[in-house]
């Protein structure tokens, strides 16, 4: 089936550590985005990305960091420097060619201790 | 940047009542969605509805682009569409933002 997957669902980690979150797609879709929701709030855009190897910032792409080495991947680090990493994040895509409709991956859910 | 304005915040709902969700946005859009959060978290796609009406099930979904406002119809409630409501836009001749919406929290009670 044609999807987004995102791994893992949930993730714990001792603060100070760097954490990767995978985003994987088979729809063919050019371009892949990046949001964190904090518990009762909307969604937030960290990066995006249109095609490989070239990416932009969001609206809050402070602490972390993104690849794009090929088009059905777009990983998303944590890094240490983000000061509050605990959050729901989600990845997204749309093909660029298309009605630009965008899906959504189901989540992972990043808990810092 | 384009800001997108989303009511009531919050709605309780008896099961088989209808309801409507508005969003305003502050500027032209070539894009707009409309999605439902689950309890797990997870964005289900309602309406891909840039323009115009269209309609799925109990579910139907209006954009006056020229007034810049969309709306969400849900009709004879069930306790199955509880969870948060998001209207998402983009603005027109970028590919980049997708901005949300604060959400309608609505919950359906039997």
């Known amino acids: 089936d044609g999807g987004i997957t995102q791994s893992p669902k949930y993730l714990f980690r001792k603060e100070g550590q760097n954490v990767t979150l995978s985003c994987e797609q088979n729809l063919n879709h050019d371009a892949m985005y990046w949001y964190r929701q904090d518990p009762g709030q909307g969604l937030r855009l960290i990066y995006y990305s249109q095609i490989v190897n070239d990416f932009q910032k969001g609206d809050i792409a402070e602490g972390y960091s993104v690849s794009r080495e090929k088009k059905e991947s777009f990983p998303l680090t944590v890094t240490s420097a983000q000061k509050n990493p605990t959050a729901f994040y989600l990845c997204?895509?749309?093909?660029?060619?298309?009605?630009?409709?965008?899906?959504f991956g189901e989540g992972s859910r990043l808990t810092v201790l | 940047g384009i800001q997108v304005e989303q009511s009531p915040p919050d709605l309780i709902l008896q099961e088989g009542a209808n309801s409507t969700l508005r969003c305003n946005f502050s500027d032209s859009v070539n894009n707009l969605q409309w999605f439902h959060q689950n309890p797990w978290g997870q964005l289900i796609n309602l309406f891909y509805i840039p323009s115009g009406t269209k309609q799925n099930g109990r579910l139907s979904a209006t954009t006056v682009a020229t007034e810049r406002y969309s709306l969400l119809y849900i009709s004879s409630s069930q306790t199955t569409d509880s969870g948060v409501y998001f209207c998402a836009v983009r603005v027109s001749d970028s590919w980049g933002k997708l901005q949300f919406g604060a959400g309608t929290q609505v919950v359906v009670t039997p």
């Open positions: 997204a895509s749309v093909g660029l060619g298309g009605t630009g409709e965008l899906f």
